[in-house]
């Protein structure tokens, strides 16, 4: 029996231009992360409560493969999936490689989407907990 990988998705600032953290899989730093600013659970325009959670691997429409995050208090369709700015979140989690200069957000998400599926290639669940460090 394969255990769970574990996630840590660790948030290190809140801006104007979203909130930026780093993402930790089986305790290693993985990636960079952004989501929208808190803005008290609001539906589509705001990160999601820190706590723990569990994932699964989803198909998306508009984004392929990707991980859902389950059970978030009155929110559905919370994914990990490609963008680069607080804008594309959509209330969802954005994946880099590193942290964009100039305009905030994050870069590389396309290539940090394969990334993350390759780390939990052959899974389809993870546990994920969300902290604030700020």
Do not use: W
Not at 11 to 32: C, D
Not at 33 to 42: G, I, K, M, S
Not at 80 to 99: P, S
Request: aromatic share 8%.
């Amino acid at each position: 029996m394969k255990i769970i990988p574990i996630l840590e998705l660790i948030r290190l600032e809140e801006s104007e231009a979203g909130t930026f953290g780093i993402l930790r899989i089986q305790k290693e730093i993985a990636l960079f992360t952004l989501e929208p600013q808190d803005r008290v659970n609001a539906v589509s325009i705001s990160c999601i409560p820190a706590q723990q959670y569990m994932c699964e691997r989803f198909v998306s429409d508009r984004h392929g493969e990707t991980f859902r995050v389950k059970d978030v208090p009155g929110r559905a369709g919370i994914i990990f999936h490609a963008g680069n700015y607080q804008d594309e979140t959509q209330g969802c989690i954005l994946l880099g490689t590193g942290i964009a200069t100039g305009k905030r957000g994050v870069n590389n998400s396309k290539l940090a989407l394969v990334a993350f599926l390759e780390y939990l290639k052959g899974y389809n669940l993870a546990h994920l907990t969300v902290k604030e460090v700020y």
